[in-house]
């Protein structure tokens, strides 16, 4: 429980050092060094954000906010390792090794309609630039959520509150400071933002900031795709994918990320969310057991269904056939969401690698287990199969085949099992030809027999 002090409305809540959790022990080396230059070159120097709230609920941040009253370019004559970055609003990167602080000067100028030379904003409400510096607590009144507005400073080891944060940390719940409708407009992506949080920290939305979204989740339709990518690995790669999911289904903000994808039970897919859950539920235990995790595995199961409606109407088989319908298939996903090409050219191995695991070759078997995607290939085809049991044979015999002796193996795929393709299927490979007979060569009178094979 927080220990926190009755306080003026004018004056922010004040936890000293004896009433909170923070110890400079639980903060990352490089925060506290970047911290400790602001304050020795003179500068105010603020922890903020999520690492903050974090420490408070008693967890380990993985990342590290720094707030300052240092301009940006005060800030890169501090440290030599530092780089501006970001023209919607200029950053601070500060590098200590293989970890990098962010480091972002006090914003100001917030009041609703003012008019500023370094501010930028459409007609709909959209912040195209803002870079307008201000004082502690304008820049608390400017961050998006009550519980990332707290502050802890490496004066007297306090943690400042201006906006209610600590009350709403005490609730469990999620409230936007201002007014909700103009803070989306500002940034649409403040919903995701909002999705992930509540999936991350299990808060609730405080009614004000969860209503609107229904209303406005269509200005996330105008988000350079790029930009929404990144924010879906924060989304999907941090441990709390099918949460993060469900909330995003909850809001109505996943059809706006993948209008391909029919998730409903009523479509002509109704396995697809079922093969989504699976893959986020298979990233979340890799995540957990600290094993490398891809977004190119996700996105093959998140688009598996628009590309099975993409191969439907070509022949398969053809050379190129599957790369031209992935093709498609990827186009169309990135007027959204931008799929590196690194990852793409991932995502359609894992899917031309599917119908070639139907294979009753061992020839072809041993061939297919030294391509450098078929690890990810049979992982997914396992995900099919707990999707589609008629695929469970394969994924079983695949199992077995990868530690099976020489003999087994061969037998494993000579007793291939008859498998229909069930209907998250794609046609399996073709039966190799029928072996041409041996043409019996004509023996010369008075020439020696050919030896026997």
């Not at 990320?257 to 539920?281: K, T």
């Amino acid at each position: 429980m927080i220990d926190m002090d009755i306080h003026s409305e004018h004056q922010p809540l004040v936890l000293e050092r004896p009433q909170h959790i923070i110890s400079r022990k639980r903060i990352s080396s490089a925060a506290v060094r970047v911290l400790y230059g602001l304050r020795e070159a003179g500068y105010q120097a603020h922890l903020v954000g999520g690492a903050v709230r974090d420490l408070l609920l008693g967890g380990d941040p993985k990342d590290y906010d720094v707030a300052t009253d240092a301009h940006p370019e005060e800030i890169r004559k501090v440290f030599r390792t530092c780089r501006l970055i970001g023209r919607r609003f200029v950053i601070a990167h500060v590098r200590f090794g293989n970890e990098i602080i962010e480091v972002t000067t006090f914003r100001g100028g917030g009041t609703e309609g003012e008019d500023h030379p370094e501010r930028e904003v459409e007609a709909e409400g959209l912040v195209l630039r803002d870079n307008v510096f201000g004082t502690l607590e304008e820049d608390a009144r400017r961050r998006d959520f009550t519980v990332n507005a707290l502050y802890y400073s490496i004066d007297d080891f306090a943690v400042r509150d201006f906006v209610g944060g600590l009350e709403d940390l005490e609730k469990r719940q999620l409230r936007l400071i201002g007014d909700p409708d103009q803070r989306y407009r500002e940034d649409p992506v403040r919903m995701l933002r909002a999705a992930r949080l509540a999936a991350k920290l299990g808060f609730t939305l405080e009614r004000g900031t969860e209503e609107p979204i229904g209303r406005l989740a269509n200005l996330l339709d105008g988000i350079p795709p790029a930009r929404l990518f990144d924010d879906l690995q924060k989304l999907f790669l941090y441990g709390h994918a099918e949460k993060s999911y469900e909330q995003l289904l909850r809001l109505r903000l996943f059809e706006h990320l993948f209008p391909s994808v029919s998730i409903n039970s009523d479509s002509g897919q109704p396995y697809a969310g079922a093969l989504i859950r699976a893959a986020l539920r298979s990233t979340d235990l890799r995540v957990a057991q600290d094993k490398p995790i891809t977004p190119a595995f996700l996105f093959a199961a998140f688009l598996w269904e628009p590309f099975q409606m993409a191969c439907a109407g070509i022949d398969i088989h053809a050379e190129g056939a599957m790369a031209d319908a992935a093709e498609i298939v990827f186009q169309d996903a990135m007027e959204r969401v931008a799929l590196p090409r690194r990852f793409s050219i991932v995502t359609r191995e894992i899917w031309e690698l599917q119908p070639r695991l139907e294979t009753n070759s061992p020839s072809r078997a041993r061939r297919l287990m030294r391509h450098p995607r078929f690890r990810a290939a049979f992982d997914f085809m396992v995900l099919r199969a707990q999707v589609d049991p008629l695929l469970r044979p394969i994924a079983e015999r695949w199992e077995k085949a990868q530690t099976c002796g020489e003999s087994e193996f061969d037998a494993l795929f000579r007793a291939a099992p008859a498998v229909k393709a069930g209907p998250a299927s794609l046609p399996s490979e073709e039966e190799p030809p029928a072996k041409r007979r041996r043409r019996r060569r004509r023996r010369v009178p008075g020439a020696p027999a050919a030896p026997a094979d």
